[in-house]
């Protein structure tokens, strides 16, 4: 996250581009880890709970980081960043929930 946001922000020429890169290859690598991990059963707690919120941090800070660029600060409006801000978390944490009851 730190890194995309670094490019996203960034002044030089390709910084914009660089950021889509990261944020692609953080998507294509959070995808395959979670397939690996349960092709070779070698799952860990801490996976299972910090992965999804890893998932929601970098698309939030996406969000929240297109508020900000002057190109977009028309079409991105803080309500709607909010909005999915507040369903994403909530889905997370009753994901999480329903994982430490064991239902599945």
Same mark, same amino acid.
Do not use: C
């Given at each position: ?9 960034? #002044?030089?020429?390709?910084? *914009? /581009? +660089?950021? !889509?890169?990261? $944020? ?26 910090? #992965?999804?919120?890893?998932? *929601? /941090? +970098?698309? !939030?800070?996406? $969000? ?32 999480? /929930? ?7």
């Amino acid at each position: 996250v730190p890194v995309f946001l670094y490019f996203l922000f960034s #002044d030089f020429s390709h910084g *914009k /581009l +660089l950021a !889509l890169i990261v $944020f692609i290859a953080a998507s294509i690598t959070d995808a395959y880890d979670g397939i690996i991990a349960r092709k070779y059963n070698i799952e860990s707690q801490f996976g299972v709970y910090f #992965d999804p919120l890893a998932d *929601k /941090l +970098l698309v !939030l800070s996406a $969000f929240y980081g297109f508020m900000f660029l002057p190109v977009l600060t028309t079409t991105v409006k803080l309500w709607m960043i909010i909005l999915i801000s507040f369903r994403d978390i909530l889905v997370t944490l009753m994901r999480m /929930l329903m994982q430490y009851k064991g239902v599945t």
